[in-house]
């Protein structure tokens, strides 16, 4: 009796990569493959205002920046972390703070892993200090709130009660790209950073 052929668990990329999902290789992980993915992930669900989806691809570079003001003697390699906060998206998508919560740790483990490989790849530390990662996501928070405002229909109450109230000093304003343009945006950032 034959034995049952496991699921496929590699996701095949533009560039011809084959990232195995389950142990994933930092060889298989290219930043063009990213890029694109990232530009065709919409935040909140798509759940946005105006003509395009707001990607998670100018989220990134958006949270880079509000990093990058707030903390202004960081390292060029704190800076590509901060950008890449969310690369695993490319594969797994964005999903909401809630779903991810109901789904747990496991979840949260194959994330880890896919990011560790994101960071080798790029010649970054495998795990991210958490001081960094506490840092980073103050910046994500403030970002989640611009968007919050400006583009997802929450009032500034709500919007404070659920994300991080940005400093007075602080402000960025939302304009959805097109995917190509947020492609362009995300690959021009990561070239400033790593060249």
């Not at 979840?107 to 490989?117: I, P, Q, T």
Request: glycine share 4%.
């Amino acid at each position: 009796m034959a034995k049952p052929k496991a699921p496929r668990a590699w996701q095949r990329m533009l560039s011809g990569r084959r990232l195995d999902l389950l142990d994933p290789s930092p060889f298989d992980i290219e930043i063009e493959d990213i890029a694109r993915g990232l530009a065709r992930v919409a935040r909140w669900n798509g759940q946005t205002s105006g003509d395009h989806a707001f990607s998670v691809a100018e989220h990134s570079v958006i949270v880079e920046e509000l990093f990058e003001a707030l903390n202004p003697k960081a390292s060029r390699e704190d800076r590509l972390m901060a950008l890449l906060h969310d690369a695993a998206e490319y594969v797994i998508g964005d999903m909401i703070s809630p779903f991810k919560n109901a789904l747990g740790l496991d979840y949260r483990a194959f994330e880890n892993r896919l990011e560790e490989a994101i960071h080798i790849r790029f010649g970054l530390p495998a795990k991210m200090p958490a001081r960094l990662k506490k840092t980073i996501k103050k910046s994500d928070l403030y970002c989640a709130w611009f968007e919050a405002t400006q583009i997802a229909g929450f009032s500034i109450e709500e919007s404070n009660q659920f994300f991080l109230t940005p400093p007075p000093a602080v402000h960025m304003e939302i304009n959805p790209k097109s995917v190509v343009d947020a492609e362009k945006l995300f690959l021009a950032r990561f070239e400033e950073l790593s060249g």
